[in-house]
């Protein structure tokens, strides 16, 4: 079993910048495709942001964050990033990082491990 801790959220104007990270422990993450997903408001299902193959060959997005967001993962750290750009208010949301089965997948249904989440909030 993969442990998931997310950092990096926070209060940010629009058009401003964040670094998410995503700290594994108890196994090795070079063995799963990974992927953040975020929840933009309570009860609402997670929604796909990013993913990445384990060694970083591939890498998707939802069609809102791509040119702003960068998904990457450093394998010998142990340690999977967001880096996100012209930040918007509607990217407000938790953000969650997780181990995937493939690095198609969109569905948190497809994603096993969780971190409890980072907040960002991006005021207009």
């Known amino acids: 079993q993969v442990q998931l801790v997310e950092s990096g959220g926070g209060l940010v104007q629009a058009g401003g910048s964040l670094r998410l990270s995503c700290a594994a422990s108890?196994?090795?993450?070079?063995?799963?495709?990974m992927g953040w997903f975020r929840r933009q408001a309570p009860g609402k299902e997670r929604e796909f942001v990013a993913?990445?193959?384990?060694?970083?060959?591939?890498?998707y997005y939802t069609d809102s964050v791509k040119g702003r967001f960068t998904i990457s993962r450093d394998n010998a750290k142990n340690m999977m990033y967001l880096q996100m750009n012209s930040l918007k208010s509607e990217d407000t949301a938790v953000y969650y990082c997780?181990?995937?089965?493939?690095?198609?997948?969109?569905?948190?249904?497809?994603?096993?491990?969780w971190g409890q989440g980072t907040e960002v909030t991006v005021s207009s």
């Open positions: 993913s990445i193959a384990r060694g970083s060959t591939s890498s």
């Open positions: 108890g196994r090795p993450i070079s063995g799963y495709p």
């Open positions: 997780a181990t995937g089965r493939t690095v198609k997948c969109r569905s948190e249904k497809d994603f096993d491990c």
